[in-house]
């Protein structure tokens, strides 16, 4: 191999090598090189004297560097130092970015002796700066398809999270004891509450881990390179596997042998089942490996922790160990505390790691946001000054002892000057974030910069309350009502104005102070946050609250799991319980907010060599593992353990909760009723709808011959089957005893009864269940009978909602946020009847869809009779129509019903898509948001929807469907509603009596 120029390439703690010498024998990727007694290249003095000049192996002298560098364990990776012998390049990687340090000799700067005669020495060196980029388009599309997995695969893990707490609340409903007639259990409700901390804080963990691996995927996997100690090309080896060389060797084979028989899309399914499951199990390993170096650096830690002797790691100190993570936990968890943030003004240097700055002179003292929760008050107000005795249960300091922030601990500052000043980046920034502002100096920012920064913070705060105010009012709040809640919205929100100022008075203090001083001094505003420990509290209380953990969050609710009956959530819970719970107390920030630096990590925690061999280790081989053990637990720390994406995974997880929780409790407060009473003043027999000329009606108007109503005088059947059934199916609310009068008004005398007698009869001897239905049957034709199942009407119906439809609902949405996410289409069912396993065989039992469909059964197959039956209902009632109608092979029609495609194989027994083609038809209003749910079979009507933009969710309402269909298709000789022209906007029906529509239905004139 020949080179223009002898070439030395050194990795931040290796030894520099000749890229023209040997190979190593022993490894072939690593080149040899000329080395000293030391295994270092030769080192020489130069021609003139110089010293520090390193020769390659062919004794050609090699550029020597002047500047040191040391990497900081921020970095993605350490930097590269590359010799050639005029210049010396370090470089520094962030994915496909590299900045570059080009440090080479500088030709016009010359050295002269005390005569002012040159000597023909070099005087001095000069650094270059530049950004590279070895990333293509090529990449980017590669990467981005392995992204597009993950996030599809992140997706389902949020879809698994969201169905483990809905089915942790219906099992409590369902075999807690909670139903219709039966009383509750307490202690199954309390277990399961008890539960819910583990679980929110487990799935939370593992969604930010998700997000984590998400980002690393489209990084390269850089992180994951730097927690996972193995050489690179092995990771990258195996991440290639995972997410396309098995994939797409599963594909070639399925495409070469003409597998394609199971479905139309039979290749493309079996290829993204199978890269689906390994972007799976690589994120298993992923998450697994994560914890590993999360609590192994916590370890450390402990064991390097100034209060207590340096312990080894091994099995006879695993109690040491334990006894210290527990006891630092709950001084860490129970310990009253004080917040202070201020800022510091003209500052000249750095914001330090462990200094505090609350006495300082430089600290704005006029703005300082102290706070102090009301827990702490209390605990300051009760607890004692230590008298040495430990049977205190909390004491207080004598002096509050600092707590130091991870934002301090892991040594991150962000600086704005007037280069890398950005209005919306500046609005924008964490709040947490050390962000240096320069106002003095050869950087600094200018007037105007800064006021732009101040003006877009007011102003964005403006519009956010004026938002506030007009969405309230597009949603149709009352002006009070909208005064009312931006008033407390501004309240609550008011410190993010009183920011604004406090930094305002700062930048103003600092330029009128030093408005004299020297320009080329730089001086900084930055914002500190500050936490003291008021109190603590003793070592018996830590071991009481400790134990109280244990038992009522852990032991309890795990019992009362099993107790309950649903095993696949006590099993996840147990696993979960043990894996937070070694990360809550073996916990790398709490440490690391007790010691304040990342220094007592060594790289060395095992020890198993001997001091004389540690002696011969080089110092460049310790500062590299020392490098790599602070980046790696600063990643995870910084990314993973706590940050925005943990506190907005548990933000989300525990918004959920509290949805579940509210269904929950409104159907224990509200129980079930059997429905409403209903009038019929609203009926109009003495009006009618007649279809506009020249216009197109619904191809369903009239249905089949097969769904028509049967007439009463047995003429034939009636033309509106289309509106009848919407009238059935919204009746099914009504009370029992108001049935006879609606049923007459619609239908005509006699021609429908309500047959409670065989509902009843069904009921008696069976489990009871919270579902309403009713046999609407018609002695006219005694052959034919309409089941009609009522829908959403209160918490217990909200909650068979969310057991049967909220899966699918959610797939639906990670569809939607994926680019093409059709393609994954013929996945979303298997992946939607995995996640349904977590449902036990009782919860499956007690669904809605069971009851209404074993009805249809027993009235086809015990009782032989209607062999014309068919099914209706509104929302929830036309989901279950269409559910029952496929299982039974009965047909169904829906109004405004969630659809069951993606569900079909969560059900139990199963259906298919054929089956559902054939029996089942839903009636769609136009912006109705039920009838979204799942994609729907090929048998639906689309129907109009007048309501207001603002109110798409009166699109929903059953008696608004009938309208249009009626105003559309024409009433026939069905009655019209008042309704229609009164509420939903539809004109007044055209009268064929004496009455006008004003008298008819009681309009008063000046209306």
Request: glycine fraction near 6%; hydrophobic fraction near 40%; proline fraction near 4%.
């Amino acid at each position: 191999m020949s080179l223009n120029r002898a070439v030395s390439l050194r990795r931040r703690g290796a030894t520099p090598f000749n890229i023209e010498s040997k190979m190593s024998e022993e490894d072939p990727l690593i080149i040899d090189e000329t080395k000293d007694d030391n295994g270092h290249g030769t080192v020489t003095n130069d021609a003139n004297g110089q010293d520090g000049a390193v020769t390659n192996g062919a004794g050609k002298k090699l550029f020597a560097p002047s500047a040191s560098f040391v990497d900081h364990y921020s970095l993605e990776a350490p930097s590269d130092e590359i010799k050639f012998r005029s210049q010396s390049v370090r470089v520094f990687c962030n994915g496909t970015q590299q900045f570059q340090i080009i440090e080479e000799e500088d030709k016009t700067a010359v050295d002269r002796d005390l005569e002012g005669d040159t000597t023909g020495k070099t005087k001095k060196t000069t650094l270059k700066a530049r950004v590279s980029s070895d990333g293509s388009s090529g990449l980017s599309v590669l990467r981005g398809a392995y992204t597009l997995v993950t996030v599809l695969m992140m997706g389902f893990l949020l879809i698994f999270a969201l169905q483990v707490l809905l089915f942790l609340f219906v099992s409590l409903v369902t075999e807690g004891g909670l139903t219709s007639k039966q009383s509750l259990n307490y202690g199954h409700l309390f277990g399961s509450v008890l539960s819910i901390p583990i679980f929110v804080y487990g799935l939370a963990s593992a969604l930010t881990m998700a997000t984590e691996f998400v980002v690393d995927t489209w990084q390269g996997h850089s992180f994951f390179r730097s927690v996972l100690r193995i050489p690179p090309v092995i990771i990258d080896w195996a991440a290639f596997l995972a997410f396309l060389g098995i994939p797409l060797s599963v594909m070639l084979f399925h495409m070469w042998t003409g597998d394609n028989t199971s479905t139309e899309t039979g290749w493309w399914e079996s290829t993204a089942m199978v890269w689906f499951g390994s972007i799976a199990i690589a994120f298993a390993i992923f998450c697994f490996v994560v914890f590993v170096v999360e609590v192994w650096g916590a370890m450390e830690l402990l064991s390097h922790h100034p209060d207590y002797e340096l312990l080894d790691f091994g099995l006879g100190n695993i109690g040491k160990f334990l006894k210290r993570a527990i006891l630092l936990r709950q001084l860490h968890s129970y310990s009253a505390v004080r917040n202070r943030t201020f800022y510091l003004e003209g500052a000249n240097t750095l914001p330090g790691v462990n200094e505090s700055y609350d006495q300082s002179d430089v600290a704005d003292h006029e703005f300082v946001d102290e706070s102090v929760s009301l827990y702490s008050r209390l605990m300051v107000k009760y607890a004692e000054p230590d008298n040495g005795s430990g049977r205190q249960f909390f004491t207080e300091y004598e002096t509050p002892k600092r707590q130091f922030n991870i934002e301090d601990v892991l040594d991150r500052e962000v600086f704005v000057t007037d280069a890398t000043w950005n209005l919306e980046k500046f609005y924008c920034r964490r709040s947490k974030a050390r962000t240096v502002l320069v106002v003095n100096g050869p950087s600094k920012v200018y007037p105007r910069q800064m006021w732009s920064s101040l003006i877009c913070a007011a102003l964005g705060t403006v519009l956010t309350v004026l938002f506030v105010a007009a969405f309230l009012r597009w949603g149709g709040a009352s002006i009070p009502l909208v005064i009312i809640l931006t008033v407390l919205f501004i309240y609550f929100n008011r410190e993010s104005a009183r920011q604004i100022y406090s930094l305002y008075d700062s930048y103003r203090d600092t330029i009128s102070n030093n408005a004299t001083d020297d320009p080329n001094d730089s001086e900084a505003i930055y914002q500190v946050t500050e936490t003291h420990r008021l109190t603590r509290p003793s070592n018996l209380t830590c071991w009481v609250l400790f134990g109280c953990e244990l038992f009522f969050l852990f032991v309890f609710p795990l019992w009362m799991l099993y107790d309950v009956g649903n095993n696949a959530i006590a099993v996840l819970f147990l696993i979960l319980g043990a894996f937070s719970g070694c990360r809550y107390y073996f916990n790398a920030p709490v440490v690391l907010t007790e010691l304040g630096s990342l220094d007592l990590l060594d790289g060395d925690f095992i020890r198993t060599k001997s001091v004389a061999e540690k002696n011969e280790e080089t110092a460049a081989i310790a500062a590299e593992n020392d490098w790599r053990e602070k980046n790696r637990l600063a990643k995870i720390v910084g990314h993973i353990s706590q940050g925005s994406r943990r506190d907005a995974w548990v933000g989300v997880i525990g918004t959920f909760v509290m949805i579940f929780l509210f269904l929950f409790l409104s159907a224990f407060a509200g129980g079930s009723n059997s429905g409403a009473e209903q009038t019929t003043d609203n009926i109009l027999k003495d009006f009618r709808y007649v279809p506009q000329n020249g216009t197109f009606h619904y191809p369903t108007c009239a249905l089949t011959e097969d769904f028509a109503i049967p007439e009463a005088d047995r003429s034939g059947t009636s033309s509106s089957a289309l509106a009848d059934y919407a009238y059935m199916a919204s009746i099914a609310y009504t009370a029992p005893e108001s049935m006879p009068s609606v049923l007459d008004a619609w239908f005509g005398e006699d021609v429908v009864f309500d047959n409670t007698e065989l509902v009843e009869e069904f009921r008696s001897g069976r489990e009871e269940s919270a579902v309403h239905f009713k046999l609407l049957t018609f002695p006219n034709n005694p052959d034919f009978a309409v089941v009609s199942i009522r829908g959403t009407n209160n918490g217990w119906d909200m909650i068979s909602d969310a057991q049967l439809w909220s899966a699918s609902v959610l797939a639906q949405a990670v569809r939607a946020l994926l680019p093409v996410g059709e393609v994954w289409d013929p996945i979303l069912v298997n992946l939607v009847e995995m996640i349904g396993i977590l449902q036990s065989a009782s919860l499956r039992k007690v669904a809605f869809y069971v009851s209404t469909s074993a009805f249809v059964e027993w009235l086809r197959d015990e009782k032989k009779v209607f062999p014309s039956l068919r099914i209706t209902g509104h929302s929830l009632g036309g989901g279950l129509a269409m559910i029952s109608g496929a299982q039974t092979q009965t047909p169904a029609v829906g109004l405004s019903g969630p659809n069951t495609i993606i569900t079909r194989k969560t059900l139990e027994p199963p259906v298919t898509v054929e089956n559902l083609n054939k029996y089942t038809f839903n009636i769609i209003p136009d912006r109705d948001p039920v009838p979204m749910i799942d994609d729907p079979a090929k048998n639906v009507q689309h129907i109009a929807c007048l309501a207001p933009a603002n109110n798409f969710i009166d699109c929903h309402t059953s008696i608004r469907s009938l309208c249009d269909i009626q105003y559309t298709c024409g009433s026939g000789d069905r009655p019209t509603l008042c309704d229609c022209a009164l509420y939903y906007g539809y004109p007044e029906p055209e009268a064929i009596g004496d009455r006008t529509f004003q008298e008819a239905c009681g309009v008063k004139d000046e209306l």
